[in-house]
């Protein structure tokens, strides 16, 4: 009878087995939008999500070992406190050309970090926490080895850095093979929900963010790889003076991870995962040449403002209303000209033209097109006149006539300058005055007084 339950238990156990081993990995997607590592999800809506909790009756072992042999000697397993409270967890996690993202949200009613680390002693993982495991190269099977890193991170943002160290993986045949004092940077941030270490408050959650940076863990992302990683969470619902502790042990500390085991560092019970989509080809220039961005950037610049400003030049001398010595007399044709039309040139004939309707509708503000339609010609055709003869522009054109018949108005003594200005369609005597001063260099007042 016990024979037939091994084989039955031989069949049914050996393909899930394999089918744990090959299960699909699950898939991180590419971000194109910036993650900010703030304590903050709001940024995280659309990525890679696992929700997980702590399930656990007792500690449960990743390997053919009791998980006693992995605490020290002295240490008395069957004091170890169950949480007061159940842990819920959501992990997500993105990537981006820079950085491998990971944000943990925990829903623990019991916060407590009072543990902390002595120099050759790193203890973080005595306090609420969150603990992410990194097979790079997707090779390691029971072991961790130099491709293999764990991120540790605890409620009040203190880390510690752990590889995993091939020497020792060869000697010790249970314990997690892994150095600490790893020199690598990366950005976190945490945000609290409650209070921390008041054994008599009820708390509510909290959120860790994490952003890895792939060339600090010796990687070139690219769509497709393939690396392994573990999720894992420290609960302490106890006050510090309440646990029993011995070396890096405590009887308070329950820990649990994404596979519903209570032991890390075990390869061979990471799950497998591989990134998805792809940068832009704007994000993978950008990358390519972000060293050179800076001086792209400011030649870009000063050739921009070069070419403003030259346009700016150009335009305000077209603007520019032309002074009297800038005119040639000649070039201003009245009704009252003494020469006769066939010595005029083509040109000048139009700007005669111009001027007779100008000064028949001096009282007028005119603009360039209605005059260039009642003298028969188009506006273009207005304008390179006006550039050719005078180089000017039809509206300073209709402006000089104008100021012309303006001086005349005042040196004969017609009117005084509010009358001038009016009669010859300024609506503004201040303005008049200035434009006057502009074009003759003397105000109306100076004109008078030098002409009399």
């Known amino acids: 009878m016990r024979k037939c339950i091994g084989i039955l238990f031989f069949i049914f156990t050996i393909p899930v087995f394999i089918f ?79 950085n491998l993202f990971f944000a943990f949200k925990v829903w623990d009613k019991h916060l407590f970090a009072e543990v902390k680390s002595l120099k050759l002693k790193p203890r973080v993982h005595l306090n609420d926490g969150v603990e992410i495991y990194i097979d790079t190269k997707d090779d390691s099977r029971n072991k961790m080895d130099l491709n293999d ?96 502790q011995i070396e890096e042990a405590s009887t308070i500390m329950w820990a649990f991870n994404w596979s519903g085991i209570s032991d890390f560092g075990f390869p061979n019970t990471w799950k497998s995962v591989q990134l998805t989509g792809a940068p832009s080809w704007y994000e993978l220039i950008s990358e390519k040449y972000k060293a050179s961005w800076f001086w792209i950037y400011t030649s870009t610049l000063i050739t921009s403002l070069i070419i403003i400003s030259f346009l700016f030049y150009v335009i305000n001398k077209r603007m520019k209303l032309p002074t009297s010595e800038q005119i040639s007399k ?34 007028v503000e005119l603009r360039s097109e209605e005059v260039a339609k009642n003298i028969g010609i188009s506006l273009r055709t207005f304008q390179r006149i006006t550039k050719e003869e005078l180089n000017t522009t039809p509206t300073h054109f209709i402006c000089i006539v104008k100021l012309n018949l303006s001086a005349e108005y ?16 300024f609506s503004d005597p201040s303005y008049f005055s200035k434009t006057f001063k502009k074009h003759f260099g003397l105000s109306p007042s100076e004109f008078i007084k030098n002409k009399t």
């Open 149 to 244: 890193y764990q991120f540790l991170i605890d409620i009040k943002n203190e880390t510690e850095v752990f590889r995993g160290n091939l020497k020792e993986s060869l000697i010790d045949t249970i314990a997690v093979p892994k150095e600490f004092a790893q020199n690598i940077l990366f950005e976190h941030s945490v945000t609290v929900y409650g209070s921390i270490n008041k054994q008599d408050n009820t708390d509510s959650l909290y959120i860790i963010e994490i952003a890895i940076p792939f060339a600090a863990i010796g990687l070139h992302p690219e769509t497709g790889m393939k690396m392994k990683l573990d999720a894992c969470v420290n609960d302490i619902d106890y006050p510090a003076d309440s646990a029993i």
């Open 20 to 98: 744990a081993q090959n299960e699909p990995a699950l898939l991180i997607p590419y971000s194109s939008s910036n993650i900010s590592i703030d304590g903050d999800l709001s940024d995280w809506d659309n990525y890679f999500s696992y929700s997980f909790q702590d399930t656990t009756k007792f500690f449960k072992s990743a390997g053919k070992y009791k998980i006693e042999n992995l605490y020290p000697g002295k240490f008395n397993f069957s004091k170890i406190k169950g949480p007061k409270s159940r842990n819920k967890v959501v992990f997500i996690s993105c990537w981006n050309t820079q």
């Open 410 to 425: 005042l040196k004969n003594k017609e009117g005084n300058i509010t009358e001038a200005a009016y009669e010859f369609g």
């Open 330 to 363: 000649e070039k201003i044709i009245f009704v009252n000209t003494t020469d006769q039309e066939t010595t005029l040139s083509h040109n000048e004939k139009i700007l005669k033209q111009a001027s007779e309707f100008i000064i028949q509708n001096k009282s």
